[in-house]
Every structure is written in C-alpha cells, then in structure tokens.
C-alpha cells in the first residue's frame, strides 16, 4: 500500500505541474478554464502534427555514433494524425478512431486505430483494434504459424466466462469526480500563484482556418524564465500544505474506488497520515533543496534562443479550438558535467527542436464513427495469444502465437520433470542434458556446447589440437576456445567473463553469450534455477 501511495502521488504532482507549466503564471484565468473546459469534451474532430529536427555539434568521435544514430530516427520525424471521439456524459461508453502517418528519413507508415467500449450493460465490454502496414505484422503472423490478418486486436472482455468484480459505473463516477477535484484544485492555486512574471498574453482577435472567430493567446518562455517559472510553482505551490491536503483527498478518493477490506482500508489510511505528516514536517528543507538545485543548473542551457512558445486560439464558447506549439531544447553537455560535477564530462552540443499543431471541431456534436466488423479470419487477438501463454505459464515468458511452436499441449509439457539444480526450457521445450548437467561457474551458467546449439538448429565443431569450438548457424559464426576468455562473433572479439571449460569429458560453454550470440532472448530466474531461451 506505500507503494501504491508513493506512486500515485508522485504520477499526481507530476501531471499537475506539467499543466502548471502551460497555464499557471497568467492574468487571464480564463486561459484555464478553458485548459479545464476543453479537456472535459465528450466529442470531437481533431487534426494533429509533430515535427522534430534533432542535431549535435561539437562531439567526439565516440559521441557521434550516437547523435548519429539517435539523428537517423529523430532528425525529419513527422507524424500527423486524425481522430473521432464520442463519449457519452457519464464516459461508460465510448467510441474512438483515429489514422495516422508516420514519417522517418523517408520511411512512411500508416496506420489505423479504433476503440470501443461500453460498461452501461451487465457484461463489460472494451476492445482496442489496430491496422498496421504488413511490414510491421508479417513477423508478427509468422513467429506465431498463422496466416495473415488484417486487425490486431484486443478484446478485454471477449471471454463470456471471464468473471468481473468491479463496479464500472461506480468507478467511472468515482473518476470523473476525482478529475472534477483536480481541477479545482488548478483553478485556485492558479488564482493564488504570483510568479512575478508575465508568461501568456492575451492577443487579441483572430479567426482558425475554418473561419471561426476565436481569441488568441501567447504562451512564451525562455530558458531563464522556464526555470524560475518551475521553482516558483514547486516551492510555492507544490510544497505548501494545501498542495498536502489536496493529496491527502485525492488518495483517500483512490481508495473508495479500490476493493480492499475495511481493515486494510484503515491501515492504509493510517499509513497515509503518517507519510502525508512527514512531508508537511519536511516542507522547509525540501524547499531549501529545491532552490539550491537551481541555484546548481542556473547556468545550464536547457532551452535554447527560440525556447518556448504556444499560441491557444479559444472560440466563444470556451474551447481551445487551435494549439501551435513550438520548442528549442539546446543542451551544451560541458555545462551539464560540470554542475553535476563531473571532472570528466562529454563535450558537444544537442539541439532538439519540436513542433506541433493540432485543431478540434465537431465539438460535442454528433460524431459518427465505424468501427471494422472482426472476425477469426480477419483478426489476431493478442489476449488470446497471452491466454494460450498462460497454459504454459511454467515456462516463464510467454511466447508468441501458438504455443511452443504449434506442438500439442501434453502433460509432460505443462508439468516437465525438472532437475535438481539448473534447469533449461527453449521456446517453452524442456531440454534434456542426457550425461553432464548445466553448472553454474561464477555466475555464469555453462551447458554442453553440441547440445545447446544443435537445439538451435547450429552446427558444431571441435578441434581437438587447438581446443577450439565453431558453432555455425545460418551466416553467423561464433568460436571459442576451451580457457581463454577471448571469443570471436563473425571475426569480431568479444570477451568473457567465464571461458568456455572442460568439464567429464564435454565442452561446456557460457550459455548466454552463445544464445545471444545466435540471436536468442535470455532469462533467467534465479529463485528457480530456470532459463529461459526465446528465438
């Protein structure tokens, strides 16, 4: 339960300072109630774009391969999307769609989402349904041996046996409620909170590209300002003692949605007191410690010139109907190592430029949304994937699609006999070491080389004279020689930290390296003794 608490508080304060930090600092409280307005919409049309363009200057060679391979993704990064919403006034029932289109370097992808969802009727229904481009799920279809499809779905409650304990309308009462008292609690801390600067001003008149009239307003912030702007609302807002009362409420509003016994109830209640207490005790020197961690990164560029600026156009209803967004993140890595006092701090600049646009209209209007009819034959369920998995839960993760490769679920499959010790499973099979069994040396777990890899479909050789071991799989080479802590990956040098050994008479080798090494996952569960290999 102190988890659950920490958690929560911590999602709490974070998701109210990220709207602080929108709208917080200005004279138009109007401004807000519209941030407030618009996001309790039960249905629209909206149109969205982001942009990114992403650099490094001045970096090392061994940095570059980074900012390299970070630009290869971000630099160009375009994705525009559209989507339909229509909710009903309580939200237990809603209907989404949404197409979007992804660009990287060229790459385009599209894609398609859907989500339906009622919990007026006796039996929940909530199911998520995505269209992807088949170079994404022909993998997908082939590692689970089914054919392709055209959906991806999943269906939460399509199960008719699939017992519910949870009062929906309850909840989403509940909900609704406990977003009503965050809101709230935005509204008056905006009116009380006087950063000493002017961050949104009013612009005037304008009209959308729709034609419709609307009030425009400027957010703008630069890096100076962002800063003082956040220790401002932390100090001022968040560590006060009505920012712990409102805590305090909201986390006792969680617990009336949560089904727990009234005793475990009261003992959470209890717990929360004391940490809430605790924190209001501490309010003075966490204050203390905020403003001496600004103090630290007060001459650390974390926006550059352009920094912040966002232009809301608000239409004469109240909603926020246009949102342009644009932000300059310009960080100098020296700087950053040296307040954080790192002698040895990487050199070079990163500069991440963000922009975004997005429109609503059809605001709570009649939205039609058609939602595609699913079928066994044109739709791949995940949930049923996972419950398939579930079957085979005793051996650990679950794979993908049909089970253990399209075998047939037997007894000895779901309850294998195990070995004292180390025990191995490979994509859900139980592999059997018929003489000397896998050892765990210095934390590393050795297996018979011949038997590992031939179940992997690798063939194996050994030279006697020179001690050394070549498994071959496909285009991949790997080579080990029997006590040396050097081994080669396709000529490439790799390093131990345990070499492959002799032991009664078999070549035993690090199981890890080879299966990584032959594109394998690997886990492993130490409580139980268990690998796991996935490929």
Known sequence: MKKLFRSVSVVLVISILSVFMVACSIDEISLIDSLVKTSQITSFESSSKIELTFEGQN????????????????????????????????????QMAADMDVDMQGLGVKMKYWMDMDLTGEKPQFKQIFELPPPITQPIFLSAGIDSKKYITMDLYKN???EVNLDFKNTMKKSKEMQNMVFDFIKSSAKNFEPGMVVVNKKGSATTDRGESVTAYELKLSDASAKELLKAYINDVILQEDSADFIRQYLEATMDMIQINEEDKEEAREELETAINKFIEQLPTYRENVTQAFETIKNVKFLGDKGVVVNYSINKDGYIVEADTSMDIEINLADLAAALGSPDGAEGIFRLGVKCESSLHNINKEVNIDIPQTTEDNTFDILDMMTASITTAAMGIPSIGKPLNNQTITEDILNPELYEGINVFMNGKHIIFPDVKPENINGRVLVPVRVISEEMGADVKYDGETKKVTIVKGDKTIELTIGSEEAYVDGEKVLLDVPAMNIEGRTMVPLRFVSESMDATVEWDGESQVVFIFY
């Open 59 to 94: 970096v090392s060679e061994e940095m570059k391969k980074v900012v390299d391979a970070i630009k290869a993704y971000v630099d160009g990064f375009t994705m525009t999307w559209n989507q339909k919403y229509s909710a009903n006034e309580d939200l237990t029932k809603a």
């Open 160 to 162: 008719e046996n699939m």
